[in-house]
């Protein structure tokens, strides 16, 4: 099958180098990154594997000076461990530094999803948020927003409508076939709001000046910051410091290929029971082995495609010896496919029974900064 990767479908086996080549990216591993980066398994394992002006970013780290993090999340479905990918990352820059501003894209959801929007914001709260806290964001220094009520404040609000209005005049139904293929006016919409999300940090009544801005994407969403970027050129209404982005590659689903909200049996989420997320471990979860006992024990396995392997490659074992111990062991065929299921069950039990206490912590966090700050 031929690769696929656009906002709204991946499908096909993913080559990252050609992607590279295709979106434009440069390599992570051209940079040379502060030691600080070994902290998150995410840049130590090459998860993170291209950007685009990052540089930027580093120099701003370097030399303790403001940058913004900025990400959305669409509020459909649970959080699961693919979604975590993109928390690590925002947490990591939070204590380096960065302001982060965290957007609900709830239009875009309404648009797209559901036109439920209370049930929108409330999925947004309950899982998304309140995991995000639970993982260690800190409240205190995160602008988080809903698409559609960006701020009680104004000068605020219209300065962000306004620049997504304005942001039109820049870019032709033409380009937008060129970046997304299949487009609708929904889509444009959605993506010009996207474009004034990762923008708008630089704006006078937001932070004050222009300022590096960061954007962590997983392949699919690169398109938005492509045109976000060609925007940013081309809007001579203010002077944008070009945006910085980091790619990331998909985590695994159980059954193969990208990880998935809409099927139950493709994902674990973060608010998932311990016992349910073993059942589904041991029952869905794609195997690199052999066919056969005396096969596999021959030949070896294949832990590039064995799903519990690469889940804990992307963060469930963080000890990187102890990962290689388990991947010879796998290759040479001493380690069999259940063998590494159930230790990947002993770790993500282990995970999500420390994450849950914290959630119960955090729900109280989150109940307290909505009761203090209106939406």
């Not at 036109?115 to 929108?120: S, T």
């Not at 927003?145 to 605020?156: I, M, T, V, W």
């Not at 970046?179 to 959605?190: E, F, H, Q, T």
């Not at 689903?253 to 990880?259: F, I, Q, R, V």
Request: one cysteine or more; proline letters at 3%.
């Amino acid at each position: 099958m031929a690769a696929k990767v656009t906002p709204w479908e991946v499908k096909g086996k993913i080559n990252y180098n050609k992607l590279i080549k295709d979106f434009g990216l440069k390599s992570m591993s051209s940079l040379k990154l502060p030691a600080v980066f070994e902290k998150e398994v995410l840049f130590r394992r090459g998860l993170v594997f291209a950007h685009r002006d990052f540089e930027r970013i580093l120099k701003a780290i370097k030399e303790k000076k403001p940058f913004v993090m900025m990400t959305g999340l669409m509020p459909s479905g649970k959080m699961h461990f693919g979604h975590k990918m993109v928390a690590d990352q925002v947490i990591f820059y939070q204590k380096l530094g960065a302001k982060v501003y965290l957007n609900v894209a709830d239009i875009e959801a309404y648009n797209s999803r559901s036109d439920n929007l209370k049930e929108l914001h409330k999925v947004a709260l309950e899982e998304y948020l309140t995991n995000y806290v639970a993982l260690g964001l800190d409240l205190s220094k995160c602008d988080f927003y809903f698409q559609s009520k960006r701020s009680l404040d104004g000068a605020k609000s219209n300065s962000y409508y306004s620049l997504a209005s304005m942001l039109a005049r820049h870019v032709t139904y033409n380009e937008f076939k060129a970046i997304y293929g299949d487009v609708s006016p929904g889509k444009m919409a959605a993506a010009l709001l996207q474009a004034a999300d990762m923008l708008h940090p630089q704006l006078p009544e937001f932070e004050g000046k222009p300022l590096p801005v960061v954007v962590p994407v997983g392949a699919d969403q690169d398109p938005h910051l492509r045109l976000a970027r060609d925007l940013a050129k081309r809007c001579k209404l203010h002077k944008f410091i070009q945006l910085s982005s980091t790619n990331h590659k998909f985590a695994f689903g159980l059954k193969g290929g990208k990880m998935s909200s809409s099927d139950l049996t493709s994902y674990i989420a973060l608010s998932e029971d311990p016992k349910e997320a073993a059942r589904k471990i041991k029952k869905y979860a794609f195997s690199g082995g052999r066919a056969t006992l005396e096969e596999h024990r021959k030949k070896g396995g294949n832990p590039d495609v064995d799903v519990a392997f690469q889940m804990l490659k992307f963060g469930l074992e963080s000890d990187d010896s102890k990962l290689e111990d388990l991947r010879k062991k796998y290759l040479s065929g001493e380690m069999l496919s259940g063998e590494m299921k159930m230790y990947l069950v002993e770790k993500i039990t282990e995970f999500l029974e420390s994450h849950h206490k914290k959630r119960k912590v955090a729900k109280k966090q989150v109940k307290k900064f909505m009761k203090e700050n209106v939406f």
